[in-house]
């Protein structure tokens, strides 16, 4: 749906600082209410940079060829002000990082194993399932938001790729991403693969874990960098557990902790070959 500049002026309340939910590297997404009551997040493009302006258009085309209950629903665009907008679905309890990491309320082990299951069922259906096969490039905590249930949903794809069936990698021309969740051969030799998408999930389903930060600044120095320090305790499998949020107060099933700080360090082995696909990491988490 094409939406009028009017419309979301309206629906926003002239884009009111009330409003505004958040902002990222090329705007600001603000909450609109629509005629009809609707709510919806309309993500403003403001910085009009070549760069900008092209991560706006991708995403709209993206996520305008593809549905599936674990990635952001797209409502419509506006492309008439100076500043292009896009309107998605807004979700009313924000991202995973505000739970993890913010004051949004406490996840029980039940919900961060359900919120790893639909996010890795959200990424299998980009590499394999969707019309194109999509690389998000980006995933991380605040670029997973959540609805009223708490069902994750993959938002943010102003970095996404495609890239062609049959090719072991593409090419990027400059580095996306996000420091902490970039795999190495991304990262170094600007090689993109699906298998950048499940490195980036394997510090998501650490941090799920653990209640840390992919990067923590004020730990204590082998414990700054998570896969760093989830790859050291691995060493010695009965230490495996102790990378386990101490919130959770042993709430929680050991064999499942276990399974998914393995399924974690599988993710985030530095070489690409030795990952596995996200529908194979899927299946292992619903196991």
């Known amino acids: 749906k094409v939406y009028s500049y009017k419309e979301l002026y309206e629906a926003t309340d002239g884009f009111n600082p009330t409003k505004k939910l958040g902002q990222g590297g090329f ?15 309309v993500k403003q493009l403001l ?29 419509g665009y506006c492309l008439e002000a100076e500043h ?10 924000g991202s995973l990082d505000h739970f993890l990491h913010g004051s949004r309320g406490f996840l029980t082990w039940n919900q961060r194993r359900k919120i790893a299951i639909d996010t890795a069922f959200g990424l299998a259906y980009l590499h394999d399932e969707s019309k194109h096969r ?19 949903r993959i938002a943010d794809f102003g970095m ?35 298998k950048v998408d499940v490195y980036s999930f394997g510090v998501v389903l650490l ?29 010695i499998p009965a230490n495996l557990l102790d990378i386990v949020d101490r919130k959770l107060q042993g709430g929680f099933v050991e064999q499942e902790a276990r399974d998914m700080a393995s399924i974690a360090i599988l993710c985030t082995q530095r070489s690409p070959a030795l990952r596995p696909k996200m529908q194979a990491v899927w299946l292992m988490l619903t196991g």
């Open 207 to 235: 941090e799920l874990l653990s209640g840390r930060r992919a990067v923590e600044l004020s730990a204590p120095s082998e414990q700054i960098v998570l896969v760093d320090w989830a790859h050291k305790e691995a060493e």
């Open 27 to 41: 705007g600001s997404v603000y909450v609109g209410n629509l005629q009809d009551q609707t709510l919806v997040a």
């Open 47 to 75: 910085h009009q940079t070549q760069q900008g302006r092209e991560a706006f258009r991708k995403e709209i085309r993206i996520l305008s060829s593809v549905q599936h209950r674990n990635l952001v629903a797209v409502r």
């Open 160 to 194: 996404a790729r495609l890239y062609e069936e049959g090719k072991s990698h593409v090419t990027a021309t400059k580095m996306g991403g996000t420091i902490g969740y970039l795999a190495p051969e991304y990262a170094m030799q600007l090689q993109l693969s699906d």
């Open 134 to 152: 999509i690389i998000h490039c980006d995933l991380k905590p605040p670029n997973i938001l959540l609805d009223d249930d708490l069902m994750p």
């Open 84 to 93: 292009p907008m896009l309107v998605c679905d807004y979700m009313r309890n």
